[in-house]
């Protein structure tokens, strides 16, 4: 097209790279926006996409379970026999951490006498060979005692000891273990004194205490505080070990809350709380923090950009852990709670790119009574942490995490990978091809110290799961998930060895953790089963004996089952407890269902120990077998 007016062709032309001028600041502006929001991105480094949330009024919060998962008690705090915990009785225990070195685990936590950020606090440690059995905890930093002529600050009331990282394998092998030293009740910025560190020998044994770094924003040397700084040693192995620890910038950002370091030896400009990282299969490495907070770093981990609320993720003033898995996946682990008083369930989520994740899973979804009261003493299993990287790997593709219970009491949860909630399959489960001295492979397992749940073999040769139960507020609990159905044949064998004051309840439950299938072998010595809502005897029981059972559960309707002992019928069309839509795993557990503590149990009233808390009950002792589950199509 030609136009002959020359005025109107400039004019149009004119108009015409206007506009495309005009459209291309456009497109940088909408792509400068798209930018900003996309998720993986510094404005949101991760995003949880289920649609799955907790229900708060139950203690496993309405969540599938994360199949497999080991819960495994290596501390219970006992205040009335201190040989039977850690020989001081003392009963706030939280922050911990995990390593594996020398072919063993490591965990570390801090102890106060009752309360938490009140002194004396001192750091333990306890040992394991394989995640199961643990040691008797020995301190491993002891409660601050300042030099003579040192004051206590004003506003402080004693020293502390606070905890963001407890181990560093050295790149020469040394395995160093540190804490913070401070004064309470808060030890971060001109109220800390800086972090101790020490060397742990392969035979058990540790090296002496020194710092190896001040706090920044104090006036702390080696003139004014009670251990030599690090330089002081004569050991180049351990010399080397700190320096190496010292240049690697990625692990002492978990020290850059605690002095908040204004020296220019951290390279964070902003944090949250309790950071630890991961590396997303894009290579760039994401810092998470309590409160759903997140950074990423672009540049290996020298910097980070300033933390983002992830509005994805409901957490609190709990510890949040994110790694990458064995299976080449990646887990975040948090209590999926806005509410720090009450710290349940622990929940994971996993990710393919460790950008987008799904399926909220539970992990350890009971909460045991607190039997000692304490201040700040927040119920429920919280501060998660598992192992660092760098920090060793044990054998297999399981994960493993570390956190205290009511911030009294300790455990480890060995986490299958991969992560999954879902079975195709029948169950046959005889328990014969397990390593008796392992894990008992896809049960989920939960294991106090005075409630312990085992493989053993009988005289007979016949290997089983054993179910033991000593402890007066606690219980030991083992479920198999099955495929999900509408109706199912359960079939299992019961032996009661010995029972006092542990009933045995035996459930049917649905992908929520609702109970339409109950029986009971209660301590009355009969074998109970509900009836609508009413428990119903059905017979006798002896000990010593193996009782076959057949459950045939359907939930159509509002749902019905029968069952079969021995071969004979001795219930038929029983109402179930409630009207479900399926069924997805079994549960054995050797006391009644609790929901205490609830989110209205008043955390802050102090109140005093439970009756009995410290003292063993009479044994009572369960053996399964023989757990086969057919869906009825």
């Known amino acids: 097209m030609k136009f002959e007016h020359p005025t109107t062709e400039l004019n149009l032309i004119t108009l015409l790279e206007t506009s ?3 459209c291309v600041i456009i497109l940088i502006i909408m792509y400068g926006q798209i930018s900003k929001a996309q998720t993986g991105s510094e404005n949101e480094p991760i995003r949880y996409i289920g649609g799955t949330h907790i229900n708060p009024f139950t203690h496993e919060a309405g969540l599938r379970y994360a199949i497999g998962v080991e819960n495994i008690q ?8 201190p040989e039977l915990s850690d020989g001081y009785g003392w009963t706030y225990s939280h922050a911990s951490n995990l390593a594996y070195w020398n072919d063993q685990f490591y965990q570390q936590y801090i102890s106060g006498e009752a309360d938490e950020h009140r002194s004396p606090v001192q750091t333990m440690l306890i040992t394991s ?5 643990w040691g008797f905890p020995k301190v491993i930093f002891p409660p ?8 206590i600050p004003e506003g402080s009331t004693g020293y502390m000891m606070h905890q963001r990282m407890g181990f560093y394998v050295a790149p020469n092998g040394r395995l160093l273990t540190l804490a913070f030293y401070g004064h309470t009740e808060n030890p971060f910025r001109e109220n800390g004194i800086g972090r101790v560190v020490r060397e742990i020998y392969k035979d058990g044994s540790m090296g002496p205490i020194y710092f190896i770094r001040y706090d920044s924003q104090t006036n702390w040397n080696e003139s004014n505080t009670s251990y030599p700084f690090f ?7 351990f010399l080397d070990a700190c320096d190496s620890l010292l240049k690697d910038k990625l692990m002492t950002l978990q020290w850059f809350e605690e002095d908040n370091g204004d020296d220019g030896f951290y390279t964070f400009n902003n944090s949250e709380q309790a950071f630890n990282w991961h590396v997303r299969k894009d290579g760039k490495i994401v810092g998470l923090f309590k409160h759903s907070f997140a950074s990423l770093s672009n540049d290996g981990g020298i910097t980070f950009s300033d933390p983002v609320k992830v509005n994805s993720l409901v957490m609190s003033g709990g510890k949040v852990w994110g790694q990458r898995t064995e299976d080449d996946r990646y887990a975040i682990s948090y209590n999926p709670i806005d509410q720090s008083e009450y710290r349940f369930p622990l929940a994971i989520i996993s990710s393919d790119d460790g950008i987008i994740y799904d399926d909220l899973l539970l992990v350890q979804g009971e909460v045991p009574a607190r039997r000692f009261y304490g201040i700040w003493k927040d119920f429920g299993p919280c501060y998660m942490r598992g192992i660092t ?15 205290s219970m009511n911030k009294e009491d300790m455990w480890v949860s060995r986490i299958p990978t991969p992560i999954k909630y879902k079975v195709e399959e029948d169950i046959t489960n005889d328990f014969e091809n397990m390593d008796i001295a392992g894990h008992i492979t896809d049960w989920n397992i939960y294991s106090p110290i005075w409630a312990k749940a085992s493989l053993i073999k009988e005289k007979s040769g016949n290997q089983c799961l054993q179910m ?6 606690d219980y030991c609990r083992a479920i198999r998930v099955f495929e999900e159905s509408k109706a199912v044949t359960a079939n299992f064998k019961l032996k009661v060895i010995e029972q006092d004051t542990a009933q045995f309840d035996i459930d049917i439950t649905d992908r929520f953790g609702n109970s339409p299938v109950q029986i009971s072998f209660d301590t009355d010595g009969y074998i109970k089963v509900a009836n609508g809502v009413t428990m119903k005897s059905l017979q006798k029981f002896e000990v010593n004996k193996w009782y076959s059972f057949k459950v045939n559960y359907d939930s159509r309707g509002l749902g019905s089952y029968s069952l079969t002992i021995n071969d004979k019928l001795v219930a038929d069309n029983l109402p179930a407890v409630m009207a479900v839509k399926s069924a997805e795993r079994i549960s054995f557990r050797t006391g009644a269902y609790r929901d205490i503590p609830s989110r209205k149990t008043p955390n802050e009233v102090e109140m005093p120990p439970l009756k009995d808390a410290d003292e063993k009950q009479k044994l009572s002792s369960y053996l399964i077998d023989d757990v086969f589950i057919t869906k009825i199509l």
């Open 20 to 22: 495309a001028i005009n």
């Open 231 to 237: 330089k002081k040693s004569t050991d180049k192995g």
């Open 389 to 403: 990287p760098g920090n060793g790997n044990p054998p297999g593709t399981d994960m493993w995490m570390t956190y």
């Open 468 to 473: 033991k139960d000593m402890d007066p507020y």
């Open 144 to 151: 601050y005692k300042a030099p003579e002529g040192v004051q």
């Open 129 to 133: 060979k394989n995640g199961k059995d």
């Open 74 to 81: 290596t501390f219970r705090a006992n205040r009335t026999h």
